[in-house]
């Protein structure tokens, strides 16, 4: 009789521990980043781990994928092909706006805000020999403004515009990915490229520091100050010699830029987004202790330059952290 009921027992064991296994639902996401020289990836990797590390407790398993930037991470997660993207500011205003690259399929709608992160820095780095020292000098010369699907693309562009010049009669513009620009330019097959990252940068400590030796160059002037007053989404921004000083610069730079954000789509699960939310704020430090141009950030700073609508799911996780009154009340509509 014991012995049944040693028999019995195992069985009611076995049982409870396949239908909990069986009814245990793993949620699987992938977070769109950009190049792996650049600051998306790292970003990217970050948050995957503070998901992974609680596993067994929120039964999610994040990936991270690089890829050519901010346009494809935001169809990508329109199209459910990535669940999070990293996307350049004015690139999630464009796209809910139905703007640029969207122009011709209209606002996108489901789009949604997770959270801000570092600020970016429009960047120009042109070979001394090249007589680049500032933007109207781009004429006539070789520069790469950036591949298509990345976000600096269109801010190359409008820059550009900015300073009256035109990509197809002013110069003779290369669109290749942030990675190659700085061996094209120390091999001398392009005068400058442009790019759009926060600093410092790995991608601009290989082009400052070769044998070609190379200016990062103001982008200031009158028509960038009306681009300011145009585009809400861009702003001065500042590049520190200190993180390039073999540079031909003796000071710091003075530019614009825009702010590096986290997003999703209008139907991601609640629970996923929250969880996510919860772990960067309640993380805080360690979140900022992963990158330099992370260091001057607050949380407050992690709820602005936002265009699209915040996720409800993030927006429980603010509302119970009291960070909701941080928030532009317009981007609340869940």
Same mark, same amino acid.
């Given at each position: 009789?014991?012995?049944?009921?040693?028999?019995?027992v195992m069985?009611?064991?076995?049982?409870?521990?396949?239908?909990?296994?069986?009814?245990?639902?793993?949620?699987?996401?992938?977070?769109?980043?950009?190049?792996?020289?650049?600051?998306?990836?790292?970003?990217?990797?970050?948050?995957?781990? %503070?998901?992974?590390?609680?596993?067994?407790?929120?039964?999610?398993?994040?990936?991270?994928?690089?890829?050519?930037?901010?346009?494809?991470?935001? @169809?990508?997660?329109? @199209?459910?092909?990535?669940?999070?993207?990293?996307?350049?500011?004015?690139?999630?205003?464009?796209?809910?706006?139905?703007?640029?690259?969207?122009?011709?399929?209209?606002?996108?709608?489901?789009?949604?805000?997770?959270?801000?992160?570092?600020?970016?820095?429009? $960047?120009?780095?042109?070979?001394?020999?090249?007589?680049?020292?500032?933007?109207?000098?781009?004429?006539?010369?070789?520069?790469?403004?950036?591949?298509?699907?990345?976000?600096?693309?269109?801010?190359?562009?409008?820059?550009?515009?900015?300073?009256?010049? @035109?990509?197809? @009669?002013?110069?003779?513009?290369?669109?290749?990915?942030?990675?190659?620009?700085?061996?094209?330019?120390?091999?001398?097959?392009?005068?400058?490229?442009?790019?759009t990252v926060?600093?410092?940068?790995?991608?601009?400590?290989?082009?400052?520091?070769?044998?070609?030796?190379?200016?990062?160059?103001?982008?200031?002037?009158?028509?960038?100050?009306? %681009?300011?007053?145009?585009?809400?989404?861009?702003?001065?921004?500042?590049?520190? #010699?200190?993180?390039?000083?073999?540079? /031909?610069?003796?000071?710091?730079?003075?530019?614009?830029?825009?702010?590096?954000?986290?997003?999703?789509?209008?139907? $991601?699960?609640?629970?996923?987004?929250y969880v996510?939310?919860?772990?960067?704020?309640?993380?805080?430090?360690?979140?900022?202790?992963? #990158?330099?141009?992370?260091?001057?950030?607050?949380?407050?700073?992690? /709820?602005?330059? /936002?265009?699209?609508?915040?996720?409800?799911?993030?927006?429980?996780?603010?509302?119970?952290?009291?960070?909701?009154?941080?928030?532009?009340?317009?981007?609340?509509?869940?």
């Amino acid at each position: 009789m014991k012995k049944e009921h040693s028999y019995i027992v195992m069985l009611v064991c076995i049982s409870i521990l396949f239908g909990g296994c069986k009814d245990r639902k793993v949620s699987f996401v992938t977070i769109g980043t950009g190049a792996v020289t650049g600051i998306y990836y790292p970003t990217g990797v970050a948050i995957s781990r %503070m998901i992974n590390k609680k596993y067994n407790e929120y039964n999610i398993k994040a990936t991270v994928e690089s890829t050519s930037g901010s346009v494809f991470n935001v @169809n990508a997660v329109l @199209n459910t092909d990535l669940v999070f993207g990293v996307v350049q500011s004015d690139r999630q205003y464009q796209a809910y706006k139905g703007l640029a690259e969207w122009s011709a399929y209209g606002q996108q709608t489901n789009l949604r805000s997770v959270f801000s992160i570092h600020p970016e820095s429009i $960047t120009l780095i042109a070979s001394e020999k090249s007589g680049i020292r500032g933007i109207e000098d781009l004429k006539g010369k070789r520069v790469n403004l950036g591949n298509p699907g990345s976000g600096y693309l269109q801010n190359s562009r409008d820059v550009l515009k900015a300073a009256g010049l @035109n990509e197809e @009669n002013d110069l003779s513009a290369e669109h290749v990915k942030a990675v190659e620009a700085p061996g094209l330019l120390q091999d001398g097959r392009i005068d400058a490229f442009f790019y759009t990252v926060g600093h410092p940068n790995g991608n601009i400590k290989e082009a400052t520091s070769g044998r070609i030796k190379v200016y990062i160059v103001p982008i200031t002037g009158p028509g960038i100050d009306k %681009m300011l007053t145009n585009y809400s989404y861009y702003a001065e921004s500042i590049i520190a #010699h200190s993180f390039y000083p073999y540079s /031909l610069n003796t000071e710091d730079v003075s530019t614009i830029g825009v702010k590096a954000t986290f997003v999703t789509s209008k139907n $991601t699960d609640e629970s996923i987004v929250y969880v996510v939310t919860k772990e960067v704020f309640e993380n805080f430090e360690v979140f900022k202790s992963l #990158h330099p141009s992370y260091k001057i950030l607050t949380k407050q700073d992690m /709820l602005k330059g /936002l265009s699209a609508p915040i996720h409800k799911g993030a927006l429980k996780y603010y509302r119970q952290a009291g960070l909701d009154k941080y928030i532009d009340p317009k981007l609340i509509i869940d």
